[in-house]
């Protein structure tokens, strides 16, 4: 039976609740779209994890997606105190090589994508305070997302339902931080027949915890749903979000973070590194079932984005006149779209669900390079060095299937063929740069195949395996190691194979736990190394990343309820000079726990400790972040008073004033690997909404 969510206004945690009405009553399943149909999770041959908007908003600021995802095993989110530069977010050791933006993970957004063709992807339009879920897919099934799936990210945000509704929030924390967000939501119709609306709104700012760290975020989104006939729905979705202001700290040497955690390197200042950014971009869907058997879905969208960054490039390295400057200045035109078939029927008498579907994404950039400084004027735009226009494109086929064989056996299978393109079209500045225009192919054919058999009415095993591939971004064929202009062309895509295999249980008795035993072997992994303030890539030979998952949920007495995710996670080289060092960047253990204590209505409390062991900062090993545990509390109060429902929080982390690393910038060629964690913090907020 699917966990149907509450209003606007209902409580936050007042959900999971619901899951549990009475006490020792079995945990109803979270139906979940990761593997393209609707299932329970516990019945899928992959990882697959719900985490609840309102486990994102209990308590939290709402700023930043790594607030609440603490509770996915094997998923790595980690807040870098830094808004130039993105949150870091891995899963199973993919995606930790990005200095900025999320690399080797597919993101979607509604279903539009928040990966661009090339790879890289950005979540900083998402809107917490309307998302309704968002799951994670981790495993050899996020191959069938085709490029740079190491894992799948989705988030879904809520529709319009029932009578008109306004919520008000904001929260103010520790170093400035003040966020404030309106939200209007309902449906234009009698049970829901009508348009259905969610219209959003916020404004994040932070005067940072480090020197040079201020940050600016505006945001805003709407979504709107209607059935224009009894068998069809349609779903416009729309937001803009724009950086105008966004101070790099840039990370800090062993020593400048023992000296000052709070500091800055001299180059941030010097230079005035910084980003702004403006994001414009809607998106279609429409889903048509023709018959009970056949369904089509369709899926259109656009987008604008314009990014300039300031980087700490000396002056003497961008006097050499055929080097790309020290500022970056982008301008991206994407769309794309997405034309899915679902036939449901059956085979030797058992249900078969068979997707079939057509995905073709186009990005347009406009790249242009300049210096960071005029004369002896620092951490201004200079003289035009690079000039550029750079097409990347996919056409991709999928297949696959999911057959219930039997009552105990479900099997699950896919097959997806991806083409990547890169053309690269160079308007060289006569006499300073020479013509490096060029163009690159890659593509693969990822198969995937998996197995799951129900032992007892409440424990399945599972086992699946698969191919993927992961090509170069942008960024990274952008600038060569060499320094030298024009694109990196040389790079290589990296192809894995991963097998993995689970246990899934879930009872009154025992509650909802997972078991993942997982190995992932990689040929020509990519990998960065990053010089005042710009990465560059290579392949690295042969990777190995070795790993256990385990979660569990309970709920006690209505309103106890308890999670426990831990992974272990053991990424190696296994050739070349670094041959059996552990990849950077990544924690070997993570654990995560948490309770809380979470009425409908009256007093609530909470309780969570994050823990992650040591995570080198380079391929050579040769330092590293120390492990660190860090505990959280927050406390709070709901009331409802007529059609009012208002409700206040106060929440400590770091209560015991760890000194740790919340990031590390790896291969940094400077030695400035650090990006410092807040000591003890603070965070209040209050929210009212009404019900008309």
């Known amino acids: 039976m699917p966990l149907r969510f509450l209003p606007a206004c209902a409580l936050a945690w007042a959900m999971p609740l619901a899951a549990s009405a009475q006490p020792g009553a079995p945990l109803q399943s979270v139906v979940v779209t990761a593997t393209r149909t609707e299932a329970d999770p516990q019945e899928v041959p992959a990882s697959i994890s719900s985490v609840n908007g309102d486990e994102l908003r209990q308590g939290r600021a709402q700023v930043n997606i790594s607030e609440a995802l603490g509770s996915v095993p094997g998923l790595q989110a980690r807040e ?28 979607y957004v509604d279903g539009i994508p928040a990966t661009q063709p090339d790879g890289q992807g950005q979540l900083s339009h998402v ?21 740079s799936s190491g894992g799948v990210l989705q988030v879904f945000t809520e529709e319009g339902r029932g009578a008109p509704k ?3 929030d904001t929260a103010a924390g520790s170093d400035g931080l003040l966020r404030f967000g309106a939200k209007v939501s309902g449906n234009t119709g009698l049970n829901d027949s009508g348009v259905g609306y969610v219209l959003s709104a916020s404004r994040f700012a932070t005067d940072g915890y480090r020197e040079h760290s201020e940050a600016r975020r505006p945001l805003a989104n709407a979504k709107l749903t209607l059935r224009p006939h009894e068998d069809g729905k349609l779903t416009l979705v729309a937001n803009r979000v724009v950086l105008p202001k966004a101070d790099d700290p840039l990370g800090l040497s062993r020593a400048q973070w023992q000296a000052n955690p709070r500091g800055v390197d001299p180059a941030a200042l010097n230079f005035n590194t910084r980003k702004n950014m403006d994001q414009t971009q809607a998106g279609l869907v429409y889903e048509h079932h023709l018959s009970e058997a056949h369904a089509l879905q369709a899926t259109l969208y656009g987008g604008q984005r314009g990014t300039t960054q300031y980087q700490s490039i000396p002056v003497a390295v961008q006097n050499n006149p055929r080097h790309p400057g020290g500022v970056i200045d982008l301008d991206r035109d994407y769309a794309g779209a997405d034309l899915r078939w679902t036939w449901r029927t059956l085979l030797a008498d058992a249900p078969l669900t068979v997707v079939a579907g057509l995905a073709y994404d186009g990005l347009r ?9 005029v004369g ?62 060029g163009q690159a192919r890659y593509g693969a054919t990822l198969p995937v195949f998996g197995a799951s058999f129900a032992v007892t009415e409440s424990l399945r095993v599972y086992a699946s395996a698969g191919k993927g591939f992961e090509t170069p971004t942008l960024n990274e064929l952008s600038y060569r190691p060499d320094q030298q202009p024009g694109l990196n062309f040389g790079l290589q895509p990296a192809r894995s194979r991963s097998v993995e295999a689970g246990l899934k249980h879930r009872s009154a008795a025992l509650g909802e736990w997972t078991a993942a035993v997982f190995r992932t072997g990689t040929e020509d992994e990519i990998v960065t190394s990053t010089v005042n303030g710009r990465s560059t890539a290579q392949n690295a030979g042969k990777t190995r990343r070795n790993g256990l998952e385990l979660a569990w949920e309970q709920r006690y007495l209505q309103h106890l309820r308890t999670q426990v995710a831990a992974t272990f996670l053991d990424a190696r080289y296994r050739d070349g000079a670094n041959a059996g060092a552990r990849m950077p960047g990544l924690a070997k253990s993570s654990l995560y726990a948490s309770a809380g204590w979470v009425p409908p209505q009256g007093w609530r409390a909470g309780a969570d400790w994050r823990a992650l062991s040591r995570v080198m900062v380079n391929d050579a090993n040769s330092d590293a972040a120390a492990g660190y545990g860090v505990l959280g509390l927050y406390t709070g109060y709901a009331a409802r008073l007529g059609g009012w429902q208002l409700e206040g929080f106060v929440r400590a982390d770091n209560l015991l004033d760890k000194r740790y690393a919340g990031s590390v910038i790896v291969n940094e060629g400077n030695s400035r690997f650090f990006e410092p964690a807040p000591g003890r913090n603070w965070l209040v907020g209050l929210s009212v909404c009404l019900s008309y």
């Open 80 to 107: 870098r105190q830094n808004y130039a530069q993105d949150v870091q977010i891995s899963m199973r050791g993919f995606g930790t090589r990005a200095t900025f933006g999320i690399r080797g993970l597919r993101l």
């Open 365 to 373: 950039e406009d790249r242009r390079g300049y210096t960071n400084f």
């Open 127 to 147: 809107d917490l305070a309307s998302a309704e879920r968002i799951e994670v897919l981790r495993g050899p099934f996020s191959a069938l997302y085709g490029n």
């Open 166 to 168: 306004l919520r008000l």
């Open 376 to 437: 002896s004027t620092l951490g201004v735009q200079g003289a035009l060095r690079r000039d550029e226009r750079n097409r990347v494109s996919n056409f991709d086929q999928y297949l696959q299937a999911d057959w219930r064989l039997t009552q105990r056996w479900t099997l699950n299978a896919g097959l997806r063929h991806s083409r990547v393109r890169f053309d690269s079209q160079d308007r060289y500045i006569v006499g300073v740069n020479p013509d490096d225009s």
